[in-house]
């Protein structure tokens, strides 16, 4: 079950980030390169778990957590984004 709300909120987030468009004046920004990123991640793991190839789906949910998660999340809050300005005031 976590499994399957862990994939659903990656979908809604990645939807939802394609509406984040203020920074740049209403054009895409370059971290919008992980939007469709987490979308092939989360087809790829969902049909490794569908054909039960557990290694294949482990290395996808993985990599979905580093470079959906954890890589795009270093990069919002970089100084001159909203999430830095938000947490430390900048």
Known sequence: M????????????AISAISIREINRGQFSWIHIFV??????VVQAL???KNRNIKAHIGHVRN???FALL????FSFMP????FAVFFGG
């Open 47 to 49: 049909w490794a778990i």
């Open 80 to 83: 001159g984004r909203r999430l």
């Open 71 to 74: 890589i795009p999340g270093f």
């Open 2 to 13: 976590i499994g399957r709300v862990f994939m659903v909120l990656m979908i809604v987030t």
């Open 36 to 41: 469709p990123l987490t979308l092939v991640g």
């Open 64 to 66: 979905l957590f580093y």
